[in-house]
């Protein structure tokens, strides 16, 4: 689950970056997203997902420092 997740990364001294909000929209987290795969497998994004996402992820990170 997310909050043991969020437990564990916690106590490991890190801090928790969630994406769930680029990969689902109102409770639904569609398979593609303007004709691109999204998911490699049940826990992995594709690279061209992660390509897509990169620039967001990255002032995301930039921000939490």
């Known amino acids: ?17 969630s994406i769930r909000d680029l990969l ?6 569609p398979a ?4 691109m795969p999204i998911m490699r497998d049940q826990l992995h994004i594709t690279k061209q997902f992660s390509r897509a996402i990169a ?5 995301r990170l930039a921000l939490s420092e």
């Open 1 to 17: 689950s997310e909050a043991a997740t969020r437990y564990a990364v916690s106590a490991a001294g890190a801090e928790f970056l």
């Open 24 to 29: 689902c929209v109102d409770d639904s987290c």
């Open 32 to 35: 593609f997203a303007s004709g």
């Open 55 to 59: 620039p967001i992820l990255r002032a």
